[in-house]
């Protein structure tokens, strides 16, 4: 199959941040590896340069009422990615620019649909999963025992608690946890986090796809803020700042069984987050029957001290910032 440089039209937008390349293929699919295509695009003083690379793609004609728009998503190294909650927004935003509805955008993606609503350049998003916090994991790290917080929020997070992140080299640490064997097959993003307050922290993030630290992560403010709620030491809403700007999420802690012990409050120390209910209800059916794939980090000693958060909102800015055209060598026939 003949390749050759084609001019592709993009839009880069911001979440917080994050910068992304977004590609409409709601028409027409332009390209035939966007995991290829991502790694040439993404790359930084090579290339356009971003943490990722977005297609938002039509409605599946092979489900019958289908009528929402999907967001696929490949990191810089040309990984698919689950979600990114920056991403996801930055996505809400597009399609109010190209005509939704401000009040209400719903559209799908591989961890199901969410739905945000957008004003001016702020956009408050909403997760379709729950969030899934084990604590006081260990981990031996350039021959040293670090305990941290493993967190599930769509995609994987190691937390580590620290006075000053500013003072660490999150480069060099946040590559050995992400690597780490008992984080394996997926690997983590990982979150260093330092508490400022009941409703604020500050916290760095090394993100695997990009395999480096990024200004901001939206799923990493969820993580961040639901390893501190476990903890006791923050409740919702929590503004998680950054380097590239500051999130504010949203989240309520629910009780859930624990299979073969009977009914649990499961309370987070130090009292629940807002909105808690000591019963399982229908505003927690949001929770998964069953523990998402889980590393050895959580298989060793079991998931049964597990906390589980739902109604997970994040919200923040998302903007265009750039409109332009890239040449790239890829072929044009449609994937398989």
Sequence with gaps: MSKRRWPLPFIKYSGA??????????????????????????????????????????????????????????????????????????????????????????????????????????CRLQLPTSGIVFPNRRLRVEGRHLTGT??????????????????????????????????APRGANVDFVRVDDEQRLFFRVFERGVEAETLSSGTGSLAAALASAAAGKVASPVVCE???????????????????????????PGGASEGTNSTESAEGQNIRDESPELPELVRETGPSDRIEFVDLEIEGDAMPIYRGEALVEASRSPRR
Excluded at 94 to 108: K, T
Excluded at 158 to 170: I, Q, T, Y
Excluded at 242 to 268: D, E, K, S, Y
Aim: net charge neutral.
């Design 17 to 122: 941040g994050n910068d992304f390349i977004i590609l409409d293929a709601r028409e027409e699919t332009p390209i035939g590896n966007p995991g290829s295509l991502a790694k040439a695009l993404c790359r930084r003083g090579r290339s356009v340069g971003a943490d990722g690379l977005i297609v938002i793609e039509g409605p599946d004609d092979k489900v019958p009422g289908d009528s929402l728009p999907r967001m696929r998503l490949w990191n810089a190294d040309g990984s698919a990615a689950e979600i990114s909650g920056n991403g996801a927004r930055c996505v809400a935003r597009f399609l109010v620019d190209h005509g939704a509805s401000a009040e209400s955008i719903s559209f799908r993606t591989d961890i199901g649909v969410v739905t945000a609503q957008v004003t001016g350049d702020l």
């Design 150 to 183: 493993y967190v599930e929020v769509g995609v994987p997070f190691f937390v580590c608690f620290h006075d000053n992140p500013d003072e660490l080299a999150v480069r060099f640490l946040g590559r050995a946890i992400r690597n780490h064997p008992k984080l």
């Design 242 to 268: 950054a380097r590239g700007a500051a999130l504010t999420v949203r989240f309520r802690h629910v009780a859930h069984a624990i299979p073969g012990t009977g009914p649990t409050t499961n309370q987070p």
